[in-house]
């Protein structure tokens, strides 16, 4: 029998948790991995529709792709909006799991999808996440304190190289500096210059990591301004079929901004609102980015790449108007709701294929607009 276990494992591979980014939370929200699965329920989100949705079918795990509890909540309560969500599920012996920003760079991902249903093949990512990518980080300090905060660092995760951990290279130099007036400085005094010797601590660490040990360096650095430096090291890729956020690809045949924004509309998932487009709508496009999900942050990079168009969603009046008075890229804005969902198409196969299990996708619309108007006549 197939169990939770058994499937987080598999989506864990297929969607590896290395590639979420930083302020993500993927994988299993509740449930017992212990416990058997027959039935595999998918959605894009876990609403109280689609909970109720996958314990009336007999699911006993619901992958989605929007995580329930990615920021901090004080409680699960049954009588708030996500503790109701998570009883639901419990009660009804259903797990949940979420391949997030990490399905999103994955190949096959949701950004896969989407570049396939708009026209495209999916080539190059819009901006690169690599598994395996690496920084390399200088770090000065005291002699007295640099094991306390080489502990602290290698703890975290850093200086690790092949079959070796905790490695590092320290290099003794002098450091100074003068403390300004509002400075706390734990060596030396303010408006004093001060000169100490002092160690450079040099250590690789995977750049997933990267946010997580700057913070750990504040906390174990005695200083309140440590001085550090990181460098990304270079990777031998194939950008054409690395992994990362958004797609780039071109179009059989060239198109009107116009023609192509109605292929969009014609492919996707309908919502009320439908797609709407920015630039000159008898502009001929060929070359098209896709950013499934919230994509204004890869207006410029699309732009940089060459494309003549980005299909993503949620974008905003002024971030658009600067963007095209820049002379960006043409961009269409589709439902969220509408540029994901494809995905759960694609998860139930592979579960189906790899895991033997039934699978169901929730035929929900959970995209949350429900009119469109616009005037008469």
Not at 201 to 225: K, M, N, S
Not at 340 to 365: C, F, H, K, N
Request: aromatic share 6%; with cysteine; net charge negative.
């Amino acid at each position: 029998m197939t169990t939770v276990a058994d499937l987080t494992k598999l989506l864990d591979a297929t969607y590896p948790p290395a590639l979420a980014e930083s302020w993500d939370s993927v994988g299993l929200i509740c449930g017992d991995p212990a416990d058997d699965v027959e039935l595999v329920a998918f959605a894009l989100e876990a609403t109280n529709a689609v909970a109720d949705a996958a314990v009336e079918a007999g699911a006993q795990l619901l992958v989605v792709h929007h995580p329930l509890l990615m920021r901090g909540v004080d409680s699960v309560a049954a009588d708030t909006a996500k503790g109701s969500v998570i009883h639901t599920l419990i009660k009804g012996g259903c797990a949940l799991f979420a391949a997030h920003t990490n399905a999103d760079s994955a190949r096959p991902g949701v950004n896969d999808k989407l570049a396939e249903l708009v026209g495209i093949t999916p080539g190059r990512p819009i901006k690169p996440v690599l598994l395996g990518a690496t920084d390399k980080w200088g770090v000065h300090v005291l002699a007295k304190d640099a094991e306390t905060v080489k502990n602290a660092l290698f703890t975290a995760g850093a200086g690790h190289i092949g079959d070796y951990a905790e490695c590092s290279f320290d290099i003794e130099g002098t450091g100074q500096f003068t403390p300004l007036p509002g400075a706390d400085p734990t060596e030396g005094a303010v408006g004093e210059n001060y000169r100490s010797p002092e160690l450079r601590v040099e250590f690789v660490a995977p750049r997933r990591l990267r946010h997580t040990l700057i913070d750990v360096l504040r906390g174990a650095h005695p200083y309140e301004e440590p001085a550090f430096d990181v460098v990304e090291l270079a990777q031998d890729v194939d950008l054409a079929t690395a992994t990362g956020l958004g797609r780039v690809g071109v179009l059989p045949e060239p198109m009107t901004l116009r023609e192509f924004t109605q292929q969009v509309a014609d492919a996707l998932p309908e919502t009320v609102w439908g797609v709407r487009a920015a630039g000159d709508p008898e502009q001929l496009v060929s070359t098209v980015a896709v950013a499934s999900g919230a994509g204004d942050s890869m207006m410029g990079p699309a732009t940089s790449l060459g494309a003549d168009v980005l299909v993503t969603s949620d974008l905003r009046h002024h971030p658009v108007d600067e963007h095209l008075r820049a002379g960006g890229c043409a961009v269409i804005d589709a439902a969220h709701w509408a540029s994901e969902y494809p995905w759960t198409m694609q998860v139930s196969e592979i579960v189906e294929d790899e895991a033997g299990v039934d699978t169901l996708v929730i035929p929900l619309r959970t995209d949350p607009w429900t009119v469109s108007a616009h005037p008469n006549g």
